[in-house]
């Protein structure tokens, strides 16, 4: 529940929004053009993910975690490696 309050706090409703899905299990394109939310576009949700993952890493470093801290740095490495292999199969695209 604090984690929750500074993301509200940090980065307002769409970023719980997206935490909350997330959370969830829930596609977080789900919330594309969500009147509550202010209608955000890919990108915006896509720059608010990455956000809320900079805030975990903070968050579980603040308060001494180093478990959370593992976790989620290897959470984000993996995504990274994802992303990477998207970029890779979109370069040979016509």
Not at 3 to 12: M, T
Not at 54 to 83: I, K
């Amino acid at each position: 529940q604090n984690f929750r309050r500074l993301v509200r706090d940090r980065l307002g409703e769409l970023g719980l929004a997206i935490f909350d899905a997330r959370m969830e299990g829930t596609e977080v394109k789900s919330l594309i053009g969500r009147d509550d939310l202010g209608h955000p576009n890919a990108y915006s949700i896509k720059k608010t993910v990455q956000s809320i993952k900079l805030l975990v890493r903070q968050y579980a470093a603040s308060v001494g975690n180093p478990g959370l801290l593992h976790d989620v740095e290897r959470a984000m490495d993996r995504e990274e490696t994802t992303n990477q292999k998207r970029r890779t199969a979109m370069v040979g695209r016509p």
